[in-house]
């Protein structure tokens, strides 16, 4: 802890990262049945050293608003014809509108959107961060978002029947090819042949998917592992730069970031933004509109009655 450095990278750990990691210590120690040390006076009294000394103020992802992620939709295209463009515009204006977490979006499955009559969409989402018992959540979906979905939704249903069937069609014929003897290693060629058909066939029901160079389905988007969103991340930043933006900034959670401040600046309200959200704490919604609301504060108002523009 008083190094403050991770033993892989050598960099410096934040503050805050630091007190995450405190947390995840002090849950597991209580789990256990064991005194919990993070609540000794030493570690307490270098925790408060830190913060003076350091600050506890946490950097901010780049929010992606409206403005900026029209300028990225134009960058892809109205009517954009490769796999990854369809996915990619259809991707953002669900996390934009939905304002999802990265590890939410790539849970999601074809079946959880559903069109309205007038032109609008639902999505389910099944579980969340602060859904953990999966209770499920709806949002809501604006037209252009809808057709930009739909679009995609036609565009992946042939591509991966396409691959799916290609696939087939070479183990078929690599596996009369083995009968009779006409083919080496035929055994490798099979396995590597049955795992593009097992990634294709999880890939049946879900959403969002990961699309090749040359156009061709890999599977599922997710990841595997503790950061499941990670391509969302990369698929964001990719994006932002073609469209002049800093990708350094841009994390996988900008479009929430920016909707959420696109709403304070709209009016509303912190509960409405928290339930759009699903943030059961007004905490980050209100650090996110931090630099939106003293412009809607009493003194930007006197400024105005005064005829101070």
């Known amino acids: 802890m008083a190094a403050r450095t991770n033993p892989r990278t050598g960099q410096r750990i934040a503050a805050s990262t630091l007190a995450r990691r405190l947390s995840s210590l002090s849950w597991l120690h209580r789990a256990h049945g064991h005194p919990d040390p993070t609540k000794t006076a030493p570690v307490q009294m270098k925790m408060k050293a830190l913060s003076r000394c350091k600050g506890t103020r946490q950097s901010q992802a780049l929010g992606i608003g409206r403005a900026q992620l029209d300028l990225i939709l134009v960058e892809i295209g109205d009517a954009p014809c490769l796999l990854e463009d369809l996915r990619d515009a259809a991707l953002l204006a669900v996390a934009y509108d939905s304002l999802l977490r990265r590890g939410e979006l790539v849970t999601l499955r074809t079946e959880d959107i ?55 069609d070479a183990l078929r014929t690599l596996s009369a090819a083995m009968r009779e003897g006409r083919v080496l290693n035929g055994e490798r060629r099979r396995t590597a042949l049955e795992r593009i058909l097992a990634r294709l066939d999880a890939s049946a029901e879900v959403l969002w998917l990961q699309v090749g160079k040359t156009g061709t389905v890999l599977g599922p988007l997710a990841v595997r592992g503790p950061d499941p969103g990670r391509r969302i991340s990369e698929i964001f930043k990719r994006r932002a730069e073609a469209a002049g933006l800093d990708p350094a900034l841009v994390l996988g959670h900008s479009l929430r970031v920016g909707a959420a401040q696109g709403l304070t600046a709209a009016g509303f309200g912190l509960p409405a933004i928290q339930q759009a959200g699903r943030w059961k704490s007004p905490t980050m919604p209100a650090r996110y509109a931090e630099k939106i609301v003293p412009k809607q504060g009493a003194m930007a108002q006197l400024a105005g009655k005064q005829g101070r523009g």
């Open 114 to 168: 559903k069109v309205d009559a007038d032109g609008t969409g639902l999505l389910y989402l099944a579980r969340s961060k602060t859904d953990q018992e999966g209770q499920g959540t709806y949002g809501w979906l604006a037209p252009d978002t809808v057709r930009r979905v739909s679009a995609w939704l036609d565009a992946r249903a042939d591509a991966l029947q396409a691959e799916m069937k290609s696939a087939r």
